[in-house]
């Protein structure tokens, strides 16, 4: 079965601080995404990475940026963080290409940040 | 504007009966749909997806439909039970769309009661 893993399941940091989730899949996929989600609003993508060192905004990256390095890591950044980013962070992976083995996302089990 | 919507209020339904979930959207046309299940604290995990030209797709006690001219799916499980309960999240790829993007629902919680 393929694992997402994201570094920590709670993390509470004060605003302004510079944040880094971390999210590592083992199933060696091609795009990897990270979601924050909200209640009554869904799961609303941040940024998408579809290669190594590649990435692509989202429909919300103000405020973050993103790092992938290697092809199994994808690094969310809260570059200085504020009140309106306290939220769940899901990180989802994909292998490239069409078929529903390849369209289908696998998610971690997500961070919940506090800002404070 | 373009939405995707899910009924927000919880579906309350009896051990036993057919539980369904309805999910809208406007101004979309989605190359294929997808229905995951989420329980508390936990990432969505992957059910069935449906492509615009089929109608139905069964997996077990699950059934989605989906049709275009409505932009409507609608997701069934039959003989429901307790382990039902989650949250059922819709999501769609646009048609535009490349990468696997997908738009999230809200998504609709399920209790199913003994």
């Known amino acids: 079965d393929v694992k997402v893993t994201q570094s920590s399941r709670y993390l509470v940091k004060r605003t302004g601080e510079k944040v880094f989730l971390e999210c590592v899949q083992d199933?060696?996929?091609?795009?990897m995404f990270w979601y924050r989600q909200d209640p009554g609003l869904g799961l609303r993508l941040i940024y998408f990475?579809?290669?190594?060192?590649?990435?692509e905004k989202g429909d919300i990256p103000e405020g973050y940026s993103v790092s992938r390095e290697k092809k199994e890591r994808f690094s969310l950044i809260l570059e200085s963080a504020s009140t309106n980013q306290t939220s769940m962070y899901l990180c989802?992976?994909?292998?490239?290409?069409?078929?529903?083995?390849?369209?289908?996302?696998?998610f971690g089990s997500g961070t919940q940040l506090s800002v404070l | 504007s373009q939405k995707i919507e899910q009924n927000s209020e919880a579906l309350n339904i009896q051990e036993g009966k057919t539980a369904t979930l309805t999910c809208n959207y406007t101004?979309?046309?989605?190359?294929?749909l997808q229905w995951y299940r989420q329980d508390p604290g936990r990432g969505p995990v992957f059910l069935l997806l449906?492509?615009?030209?089929?109608k139905e797709k069964r997996k077990e006690r699950l059934k989605v439909t989906f049709d275009t001219t409505l932009k409507q799916s609608l997701f069934h499980i039959t003989a429901s039970q307790p382990a039902d309960s989650a949250t059922y999240l819709c999501?769609?790829?646009?048609?535009?769309?490349?990468?696997?993007?997908?738009?999230f629902g809200a998504g609709t919680r399920l209790a199913v009661h003994p």
């Open positions: 989802a992976s994909s292998q490239a290409g069409t078929g529903v083995a390849n369209e289908k996302l696998f």
């Open positions: 199933m060696d996929h091609e795009n």
């Open positions: 990475s579809y290669d190594v060192k590649m990435k």
């Open positions: 101004n979309y046309s989605p190359a294929y």
């Open positions: 449906i492509r615009e030209n089929e």
């Open positions: 999501a769609l790829a646009p048609s535009s769309g490349g990468y696997n993007k997908l738009i």
